[in-house]
């Protein structure tokens, strides 16, 4: 028996990263696994090794949403799941970020969150559960991440609101917040696996930085994110609503100075 026996969730952003953990793991604890993903080709293979789902879907399209919950829905006959995961990252002081870099931001990360909820919930059935990647950086500051930052603090607002709004028909929503994670979006090396030596000198790099600022002395992997989010999507979290889930190996706790 898995976890997921008999639900059906769709993940965003699943074709490589957190996302594609999410739906591995899914698929092992029984869901019926929708990956949704503006990466077509590489999300199509994930879905055929998987037996899953594969649907196109840019989260800030409202169309798109429309289309990929319609297939869903016609694939399954249902919706049970949503794991909000899809977002994008850009480093930019505040003063020196262009209104245009700010607002794709937005409309990815904030927006595309904002449709996802807006769009499965009407289509879930009663029980399900719904999952808003949100960061650490959704929970305190950083700098040359402003508009990052601003579209995840905004995503607990939409977590809590909809937790509320949908506690009636028994839907859960929370939100997780990572902190650096060994994903293309932490680590660009991953971004061209071609390039072996590069790839391993830069996770190098990045294992050195984070042996320092994170107590946990490492960058967290996809796979532990992954987990929570089968936490929250299973019954293990059947009483947990509107709450936010920091997964960073300490670093909101604190600094050491020594």
Request: with cysteine.
């Amino acid at each position: 028996m898995g976890k997921l026996d008999g639900r059906v969730v769709l993940v965003t952003g699943a074709a490589r990263g957190q996302g594609e953990q999410e739906a591995r793991l899914f698929r092992e604890e029984g869901a019926e696994v929708a990956v949704a993903d503006v990466l077509d080709d590489r999300g199509r293979d994930l879905a055929k090794e998987l037996g899953a789902l594969y649907v196109h879907l840019d989260v800030s399209r409202e169309g798109d949403w429309e289309s990929a919950v319609d297939g869903v829905t016609e694939a399954y006959g249902r919706i049970d799941g949503l794991v909000n995961n899809a977002g994008i990252l850009r480093f930019n002081t505040l003063i020196d970020t262009p209104l245009d870099e700010f607002m794709r931001i937005v409309e990815v990360n904030q927006v595309g969150c904002f449709l996802g909820i807006k769009s499965v919930a009407a289509r879930m059935a009663d029980g399900g559960t719904i999952v808003n990647t949100a960061s650490y950086t959704g929970v305190t500051g950083m700098a040359a991440v402003g508009a990052y930052a601003a579209s995840k603090h905004a995503i607990l607002g939409l977590t809590r609101v909809a937790a509320l709004e949908l506690a009636a028909r028994n839907i859960r929503v929370n939100a997780m917040c990572p902190g650096a994670i060994d994903t293309a979006m932490s680590n660009p090396a991953h971004l061209d696996p071609t390039g072996a030596s590069d790839t391993e000198e830069a996770s190098r790099a990045l294992d050195r930085f984070y042996r320092k600022l994170v107590p946990l002395g490492r960058i967290g992997r996809p796979e532990e994110v992954a987990r929570l989010a089968l936490f929250l999507t299973g019954d293990d979290s059947s009483y947990i609503t509107g709450q936010p889930f920091v997964i960073d190996g300490g670093w909101l706790a604190g600094v050491n100075v020594v």
